[in-house]
C-alpha cells in the first residue's frame, strides 16, 4: 500500500515558478517508477513528467519540455515537479502517481495504481 500526498500548488502569474511535492507512505517508493498527471476543467487527465525508480531517467509532455523538472528523493520518500515559465494553459489540477511494477506504458493513466488527491495549480495572464 502507498498513499501519496501533493502539496505546493498556488495561484501564480504567467512566466512565475512553483515546486510541487509528493510525499509518500509505505517502504516501497522506492520500488516505483512515479509520474506527475494534470487535469484541466473538462479534459482528460493528461501526462505530464516520469521518472524512473532510481531518478536517472527521467521524461516528459512536449507541452513542458524544458520548462518543468521532475525529480525524487528516495531517502525522504518524496518526489518533485519543479516549474518555471508557467502559462495560463498550465493551470489544472497536478496529480502524482506510483506505476505498477512491470513493463508498462508510462504515459498512461491504467499504467499507475496509486493516486494522490491533486492540488490546484493557477496560473493567470
Known amino acids: 500500500q502507498v498513499q501519496l500526498v501533493e502539496s505546493g500548488g498556488g495561484l501564480v502569474q504567467a512566466g512565475d515558478s512553483l515546486r510541487l511535492s509528493c510525499a509518500a507512505s509505505g517502504r516501497t517508493f522506492s520500488s516505483r517508477a512515479m509520474a506527475w498527471f494534470r487535469q484541466a476543467p473538462g479534459k482528460e487527465r493528461e501526462f505530464v513528467a516520469g521518472?524512473?525508480?532510481?531518478?536517472?531517467?527521467?521524461y516528459y509532455a512536449d507541452s513542458v519540455k524544458g520548462r518543468f523538472t521532475i525529480s525524487r528523493d528516495n531517502a525522504k520518500n518524496t518526489e518533485y515537479l519543479q516549474m518555471n515559465s508557467l502559462k495560463p494553459e498550465d493551470t489544472a489540477v497536478y496529480y502524482c502517481?506510483?506505476?505498477?511494477?512491470?513493463?508498462?506504458?508510462?504515459?498512461?493513466?491504467?499504467?499507475?495504481?496509486?493516486w494522490g488527491q491533486g492540488t490546484q495549480v493557477t496560473v493567470s495572464s
Open positions: 521518472i524512473s525508480r532510481s531518478g536517472v531517467a527521467t
Open positions: 502517481a506510483a506505476r505498477k511494477p512491470g513493463n508498462t506504458d508510462a504515459k498512461i493513466t491504467t499504467s499507475y495504481d496509486y
